[in-house]
């Protein structure tokens, strides 16, 4: 079956650490994003990516990074820069249409040691 | 700009009761417009979606929205709701012609008791 899978589903960070979380996607779609979810905050769009090679900043990428070198995949590090990265992160894809939806992942929930 | 809103934070309801959960968007452009919903420690999954034609939209789990343009509101609905729909519902909306990025309101909680 076609789908998105975010691994891992849970993950620890330790002070001063970078950590990546993955994200891999089989549905043959262009685009790709990053979203934080805090309780009470909704999603927050932190990159997103429409094509190989290329992608863009969101509301709060800061203390984060990102690649696209394959269409698959699509992975963040969450840098020592990010203060307060206890967080839950969703990956998601989509053909990069305004009509079509976007497809979630399960999430990584990150906590700090 | 565009911008979603999400009424109520939180919606508590008894089992079989019906519920509401309400959506206002603002945009000056034409725009689709997405219910997901959410379980716990879980991704959003696609309830429905408005892209044109019928204003009354029917999706997954017996749930169905109306697209009022002239109130910009995209409400959902369900007649009679069970336990299992204890979850967090958000509305979303893409602007036309502007690729598939989606921006969320802040999200329902949805807490059905028996």
């Known amino acids: 079956d076609g789908g998105i899978t975010q691994s891992p589903k849970y993950l620890f960070r330790k002070e001063g650490q970078n950590v990546t979380l993955s994200c891999e996607q089989n549905?043959?779609?262009?685009?790709m994003y990053w979203y934080r979810q805090d309780p009470g905050q909704g999603l927050r769009l932190i990159y997103y990516?429409?094509?190989?090679?290329?992608?863009q900043k969101g509301d709060i990428a800061e203390g984060y990074s990102v690649s696209r070198e394959k269409k698959e995949s699509f992975p963040l590090t969450v840098t020592s820069a990010q203060k307060n990265p206890t967080a839950f992160y969703l990956c998601?894809?989509?053909?990069?249409?305004?009509?079509?939806?976007?497809?979630f992942g399960d999430g990584t929930r990150l906590s700090i040691l | 700009a565009q911008s979603v809103t999400q009424l109520d934070s939180q919606v508590p309801v008894f089992e079989e009761a019906p519920v509401e959960l309400r959506c206002n968007y603002s945009?000056?452009?034409?725009?689709?417009l997405f219910w997901y919903v959410q379980y716990p420690n879980q991704g959003l999954q696609l309830l429905l979606k408005?892209?044109?034609?019928?204003?009354l939209v029917k999706g997954i789990n017996g749930f169905e929205a109306e697209f009022n343009k002239s109130q910009t509101s995209f409400h959902l609905r369900k007649p009679s709701v069970h336990i299992s729909d204890t979850a967090e519902y958000f509305c979303?909306?893409?602007?036309?012609?502007?690729?598939?990025?989606?921006?969320f309101g802040q999200g329902t909680e949805l807490s059905v008791k028996p």
């Open positions: 998601a894809s989509s053909t990069d249409r305004s009509n079509q939806p976007q497809h």
């Open positions: 549905l043959n779609h262009d685009a």
């Open positions: 990516s429409q094509i190989v090679n290329d992608f």
């Open positions: 945009s000056s452009v034409s725009v689709y």
């Open positions: 408005y892209l044109s034609g019928s204003t």
């Open positions: 979303a909306v893409s602007v036309y012609n502007q690729g598939g990025k989606l921006i």
